[in-house]
């Protein structure tokens, strides 16, 4: 009887050699997810927090997440945007409690302990008592106390955030390859057109994988096929980091107009075509012939371009099992007016009840409860080969591979 | 036409487009709508920003009919069924506005139920060439913008 590679010679939590195998304990295990909230999340990467527009002016804050772990940005009296645990010092509770707003300074609502909007304790409510009842001890110093401080860091419109301070400069950490993808896509500024959150029934990682498999696209999204926005035999390829932080794949131009390369696969539908066709207008408005461009950054940050449909996503694991994906739908603040109306129709391929992507939020719980009772089988992961390394063909696993190689570089896995 | 009489021909449509989704009848759901038209779904916050992208945007009925098309297809995602509820219309400012509270239980494949959105129904509704009262424009404005895994049958 075949059942699959077994993991069942190594010890629990081990992994096998090579990038080609991936253990099903790793979406499962409680005792990893808290292991990835101290060595990933709060570990020696770059978390992406929301946009530098999201805090346009001093005072204006956004709350955010880096993991688990709540974080306050905020834009301070000098310009400069900062960041920091979203944890009063005191009892611990949330010191904003909003998605955003503008401040003169923070008070926790609990007991009214204030901080300044680089999250710097300034003063506690009743410090020296009541009619000199009462009070903190004289030995009590605000300067001692103070939420974590976060490293920041603005790359073209994005915040990210990193809680190491020996975390490498980020356009190291991404590689000036992929760094110069992603300056493609946020060369101007960007206006929020929307914000939606996808709650998906699957371990983040599931996710991460899927965006950077290269080899599902076209062949789980009918849609893509069918309408030729992405296909294998259309050129392109796939750039990944040495370091497997990042990756940003590319769908060059359209395939050839006699393309049989899909015949016979469920995703190729010829009998259907659409009403409405103006959903696939489009204007090839970076002037360089890629049509669809999908960067992510480990852990958790995406940066998409389907035609003139470009958004942010942010993973946010909420369990073991679980995981909000939040979506910002993006345009440019000089979008001439037919140019925003075909980001509003191309808006239907993504998001929530995207053609494309909800498909995307639907697999990850496929693979979740496939391998409920697999914990020591092995996934195979060896389209393309068995390295992590840039290619020109997207019937890869690279960018696959290479999430592994960052992921199992922090987790010392 | 009085507003009473407005109210009952508006219940009418509002429970007919209810029972067609909920009946799998969708190839019925975009001939409530004019040729031109707009339906979106997005949330209270993004109605209350101004943000004019929706989960779902389409500006034809044509476009509407894709959906259907794509949902019945194309797309992959588990058997599910929406029982509407949908409250009492109440009559908007201006001549053929109006705002419909809703609430929608889903119900998967293997029995799970669950509250799977509620918001108001934005609607400006017209009487259309053929005497029928149709929506010209359906803002669906989702109270919660998160939505559990994905968003396949209209809401």
Same mark, same amino acid.
């Given at each position: ?47 992406? =927090? ?13 709350t #955010? ?32 409690l909003d998605d955003g707003g ?37 030995? $009590? ?18 915040? $990210? ?17 992929? #760094? ?12 929020v057109i929307g914000r939606f959150t996808q709650a998906l ?78 959903? =696939?207008?489009?204007?090839?408005? $970076? ?29 946010v694991?909420t369990?073991?099992?679980t995981?909000d994906l939040h979506w910002t739908y993006?345009?440019? @603040? ?13 808006a239907?391929?993504?998001g929530p009840a995207g053609?494309?992507?909800m498909?995307?939020g ?33 019937? #890869?696993? @690279? ?6 190689? @960052? ?7 | ?13 509002n429970?007919?487009y209810a029972?067609?989704i909920d ?15 707009l339906y979106k779904v997005t949330s209270a916050d993004n109605h209350a920003k101004g943000y004019a992208a929706g989960i779902i945007y ?22 599910q069924?929406y029982r509407h509820i949908v409250g009492i219309p109440v009559?908007g400012?201006?001549?053929?506005t109006s705002e419909t509270s809703f609430v929608v239980v889903r119900t ?5 139920m669950e509250l799977f959105a509620a918001g108001v129904y934005l609607d400006r ?10 929506f010209?424009e359906r803002i669906v404005v989702c109270d919660s913008g998160r939505f559990d895994t994905l968003v396949a049958i209209p809401l």
């Open positions: 009887m075949i059942t699959g590679e077994t993991n069942a010679d190594l010890p629990r939590g081990s992994w096998p050699a090579g990038l080609t195998r991936v253990p099903y304990w790793v979406y499962q295990d409680p005792d990893v997810a808290r292991a990835e909230q101290t060595k990933v999340f709060e570990g020696p990467t770059w978390n992406y =927090l929301c946009l530098d527009i999201d805090v346009p002016n001093t005072g204006d804050y956004r #955010t997440v880096m993991g688990a772990m709540p974080v306050v940005v905020a834009r301070a009296e000098d310009g400069e945007v900062v960041a920091f645990e979203n944890r009063c010092v005191h009892r611990g509770a949330l010191i904003c503008n401040v003169k300074d923070f008070h926790c609502v609990y007991h009214a302990w204030r901080y300044d909007l680089r999250g710097n304790l300034k003063s506690v409510a009743f410090r020296h008592g009541v009619n000199g009842k009462g009070g903190m001890d004289d030995t $009590f110093r605000l300067e001692d106390h103070r939420p974590r401080a976060i490293r920041v860091t603005v790359l073209h419109g994005l915040v $990210f955030g990193t809680l190491d301070p020996d975390a490498p400069d980020i356009e190291s950490y991404i590689g000036s390859e992929i #760094t110069a993808r992603l300056r493609r896509v946020m060369h101007k500024e960007v206006e029934p699957n371990n983040w990682k599931l996710y991460m994988e899927n965006v950077r498999d290269t080899y599902h696209a076209s062949l789980l999204h009918l849609f893509f096929a069918t309408f030729r926005i992405t296909r294998l035999s259309a050129g392109g390829g796939v750039l990944v980091g040495e370091n497997g932080v990042a990756h940003a794949s590319a769908t060059m131009g359209a395939p050839p107009a006699a393309d049989n390369a899909y015949a016979g696969i469920r995703s190729e539908n010829d009998g259907f075509r659409l009403d409405d066709p103006s959903l =696939l207008d489009s204007r090839d408005e $970076f002037n360089d012939g890629i049509q669809l461009q999908i960067l992510s950054v480990f852990p958790g940050f995406v940066l998409q371009q389907i035609h003139n449909a470009i958004a942010v996503r942010q993973v694991p369990g073991t099992d995981m993006l345009g440019y @603040a000089d979008d001439p007016p037919e140019l925003r109306a075909m980001r509003l129709k191309q239907n391929l993504v053609f494309v992507s498909e995307d639907a697999v990850g719980g496929f693979v979740q409860r496939g391998v409920a009772t697999a914990e020591d089988v092995l996934s195979v992961v060896e389209m393309g080969g068995a390295t992590a390394d840039t290619a020109d063909t997207r019937a #890869t696993e @690279a960018s696959v591979r290479g999430f592994w190689k @960052a992921y199992r570089g922090v987790m010392g896995l | 036409m009085t507003d009473a009489e407005t109210l009952f021909r508006l219940s009418g449509l429970a007919a029972a067609a009946a799998d009848r969708l190839e019925d759901w975009p001939n409530f709508f004019t040729e031109k038209c389409a500006d034809t009925k044509a476009m509407l009919r894709d959906r259907v098309q794509s949902l019945r297809v194309a797309n992959i995602y588990e058997r069924r009559l400012p201006e001549p053929g998967m494949r293997d029995g799970k509704t017209v009487t259309d060439t053929d005497g029928t009262l149709r010209q």
